[in-house]
Nanobody, 111 residues
Framework: QVQVVESGGGLVQPGGSLRLSCTVSGSIFSILVKGWYRQAPGQQREVVAV???????KYVDSVKGRFTITRDNAKNTLYLQMDSLIPEDTADYYC?????WGQGTQVTVSS
């Protein structure tokens, strides 16, 4: 059974940075599609960044140049480095590995 656990969320001022981490157990991490998603209150969940099965990385337009998705196969860990944060980034962020989802970590960008 795949287990996904996120961490790293919190409160940050506009222009600040956060790094989210997602640790996975019980999976063949390196061959699974991996990504970060977010959902603001009352809004649909959207894709933020994904590493496809072919290793190609795709970002939603609104975070290009500000967010970076990486992974460490040896540690079974997925990361999302978020820089130059803006209030519109405020949301619950979820990690997805294959078909498994984490419980989410909250990111709030506010002064």
């Amino acid at each position: 059974q795949v287990q996904v656990v996120e961490s790293g969320g919190g409160l940050v001022q506009p222009g600040g940075s956060l790094r989210l981490s997602c640790t996975v157990s019980g999976s063949i991490f390196s061959i699974l599609v991996k990504g970060w998603y977010r959902q603001a209150p009352g809004q649909q969940r959207e894709v933020v960044a994904v590493i496809g099965g072919d290793g190609i990385i795709k970002y939603v337009d609104s975070v290009k140049g500000r967010f970076t998705i990486t992974r460490d196969n040896a540690k079974n860990t997925l990361y999302l480095q978020m820089d130059s944060l803006i209030p519109e980034d405020t949301a619950d962020y979820y990690c997805r590995v294959g078909t498994a989802w984490g419980q989410g970590t909250q990111v709030t960008v506010s002064s």
